[in-house]
DNA sequence: ATACAATCTTATCAGTGTCAAGATATCGCA
DNA sequence: TGCGATATCTTGACACTGATAAGATTGTAT
């Protein structure tokens, strides 16, 4: 039985972890610094000493869950053999991550966090920029005009964005894995004719 | 100069309306009731004689958006004569509206808005509906089996709420209304062959 | 006209984000 | 080693939020 020490030593840490435990149960609207901070067994202004503001914070439970998401997503990539198969492949996993984690949709992708996201840090969200190079791989190797390219890259990523919007919502079982794979062949690029 | 009456008169559809207004320009997540009701020129607690709760409230809100939105979706179909264009016709008029309001698309379609929606009235979501019926009659005369049509179904769908999804979202300026059709079209679904 | 229901106000509660002031621990440097 | 700067944490406060109770005002039906 040790007694709590004055410091908590990984807090930071902790308020992200326990953040994001909490957004899995409960959803962001219900999140608020103070419960996560009493979990974590600290006051309700510790936080304030490793986050500015709320908005940090979330950008911070937002950086994490991005991270696991983009490892998924890479792990997906480079296990795949088959050259031609690596954009649908890339994209049944982008809908499954959110198939079995409906609430962190909401959370990477809202309006909100995109703007938290962009204003700290105005690069490309990940997940975007692997997705739309992998496609332009994919389909430039095809012969197709460059407009072309530049329209079914942008086509695929919306219908597998798409995708994992309706799966992540709850009552809408339409969706499941070997399903998301012959929808998403089903408008396979390679069949599509110039226009 | 007249006084200001005790009853409000049309109080709850002032409400819903200001409440919107108020969403259109901050998002959703900075709304409060009693801002509204301040707005309304009414107390604090007044807002509570004509729904139940907060989430009362928004659901109200969520329908009369969501009347808007099917609004113009059922004039873009009864507008189109061309019956084989009209699946891409709805998919642009489904992305334009929120490429043209885009702090309504979180709010209609996040997990918590489907919730309360799906809880109150366990009916479909009418835009979902639809957009599928319309997609099931199009690929439906085309000779596909029925699981394709589905598939297509399904995938054209997707197409659309993924590029609604990213056409909201901040600094992302893919989307404008000739690129919608175009992207909608390249991956049009009399070009795609049995699987 | 009188009883009843709907609408609105005032007052209050617990919970929230945020900040200031101060307590406690850690770390760098003499 | 010791000492001062700095990071971390607590307590206490503030304004704001959703929600409810009690009571005032108005509309309505009989």
Redesign the pocket.
């Known amino acids: 039985m040790e007694k709590k020490?004055?410091?908590?030593?990984e807090?930071?840490k902790a308020l992200i972890e326990n953040g994001i435990e909490f957004i899995n149960q409960y959803g962001e609207e219900k999140?608020?610094?103070?419960?996560v901070?009493e979990k974590c067994?600290?006051?309700?202004?510790?936080p304030?000493?490793?986050f500015?503001?709320?908005?940090d914070f979330i950008n911070a439970m937002q950086k994490y869950v991005m991270e696991a998401f983009m490892n998924s997503l890479t792990i997906c990539v480079n296990e795949c053999k088959d050259e031609t198969q690596i954009l649908s492949e890339l994209g049944v996993c982008y809908v499954m991550f959110f198939y079995h984690n409906p609430l962190y949709f909401d959370f990477l992708f809202s309006r909100k966090s995109i703007q938290i996201r962009l204003s700290s840090d105005n690069s490309d969200i990940p997940p975007f920029e692997l997705f739309r190079r992998t496609a332009k791989n994919v389909l430039g190797k095809m012969g197709i005009s460059e407009e072309n390219v530049r329209y079914k890259t942008t086509a695929m990523w919306a219908l597998v964005h798409g995708l994992a919007a309706l799966s992540a919502m709850p009552n809408i079982d339409i969706v499941w894995e070997s399903e998301v794979r012959a929808i998403i062949n089903s408008v396979d690029i390679s069949d599509i004719k110039e226009s």
């Not at 020490?5 to 030593?9: C, E, K």
């Open positions: 020490p004055y410091h908590h030593g807090l930071k999140l608020s610094l103070r419960k901070a067994g600290v006051s309700n202004a510790a304030y000493a490793h500015k503001d709320k908005d």
